[in-house]
C-alpha cells in the first residue's frame, strides 16, 4: 500500500509539474500573441495617420502652383511687351488669390501631421517591443528586425511628406512676395526670378514619399508572411 501511495504521489506531482510548464508556455505564447497583435494594431493606426496627412497635401494640387507659375511668367514677361501695370495687378491678384487657398489647405494640416508623428512614435515602441517575443513563434527574430525596418520606414515616410508641404508651402509664399516685388520693383527682374531656382523640386520630393511608401508596404507584407 506504501508503494501505491507513493506511486500517486509522484503521479500527482508530475502531473502539477506538467501543468505547471503547460501553463508557463500558454502563458508565454499568449503574451507573444498580444506583443505582435498590439504591433498590427499600432502599425494599420500609423499607415491611417500618414494616409490622412497624406491627403490634404496632395489634394492642394501643384497644379495650382504652377498655374501661378504661369501667371508669374506672365507678369514679367509683361514688363518686356509693355503691358500697362494694371494689367500686371490682376494678373498678380489672379496669382495671389490660387496662392492663398494653397496656403490655407495646407496649414490646415498641422494637426494630421502632429497625429501621424505621434501613431509613429506609438509604432516604433511596439516594434521595439517585439524584441520580447519568445521563440514559441515561427520567425521571431526575423520578425523582430522586420518591425523596426517597417517603423523606421514609416517615420522617413513621414519625414519625406513633412518636407514636401514645407517646401510646398515656403516656395507659395515666396510666389507671392515675387509678384508683387516685381511689380514694384522692374529693375529687380531677374534677381526675383532666379531666387525661386532655391527651392528643391516639387516632383523629386513627391517620388521620395511615393518610393518610401511602397518600401514599407512592401516590408509589412513581409512582416504579415512571417506571421502566418
Not at 509522484?10 to 501543468?19: C, D
Not at 511689380?183 to 532655391?198: P, Y
Request: aromatic content about 8%; proline content about 1%.
Amino acid at each position: 500500500m506504501g508503494m501505491v501511495k507513493k506511486y500517486k504521489l509522484l503521479s500527482a506531482l508530475f502531473l502539477v509539474v506538467i501543468t505547471g510548464i503547460i501553463f508557463f508556455f500558454y502563458k508565454m505564447y499568449q503574451r507573444d500573441i498580444a506583443i505582435l497583435e498590439n504591433f498590427l494594431v499600432s502599425y494599420k493606426k500609423s499607415e491611417k495617420a500618414i494616409s490622412d496627412f497624406s491627403i490634404p497635401v496632395f489634394a492642394t494640387d501643384s497644379s495650382r502652383l504652377d498655374q501661378s507659375n504661369k501667371i508669374y511668367s506672365r507678369v514679367t514677361g509683361s514688363m518686356k511687351n509693355m503691358h500697362s501695370n494694371e494689367d500686371r495687378q490682376e494678373m498678380v491678384r489672379e496669382a495671389i488669390s490660387q496662392n492663398t487657398y494653397l496656403l490655407d489647405s495646407l496649414n490646415e494640416t498641422g494637426d494630421l501631421e502632429n497625429k501621424a508623428a505621434d501613431a509613429i512614435s506609438e509604432l516604433r515602441s511596439s516594434a521595439i517591443a517585439l524584441s520580447r517575443v519568445s521563440s514559441l513563434i515561427k520567425n521571431d527574430k526575423e520578425l523582430k528586425g522586420r518591425g523596426i525596418e517597417i517603423a523606421d520606414l514609416s517615420r522617413k515616410e513621414l519625414n519625406s511628406l513633412s518636407a514636401y508641404k514645407r517646401v510646398f508651402r515656403d516656395k507659395i509664399d515666396a510666389v507671392n512676395k515675387l509678384l508683387k516685388n516685381v511689380v514694384q520693383h522692374n529693375k529687380e527682374q531677374n534677381r526675383v526670378i532666379n531666387s525661386l531656382s532655391q527651392y528643391p523640386d516639387l516632383e523629386r520630393l513627391s517620388k521620395e514619399f511615393g518610393d518610401l511608401n511602397n518600401n514599407r508596404k512592401a516590408a509589412y507584407a513581409r512582416f504579415e508572411e512571417l506571421g502566418k
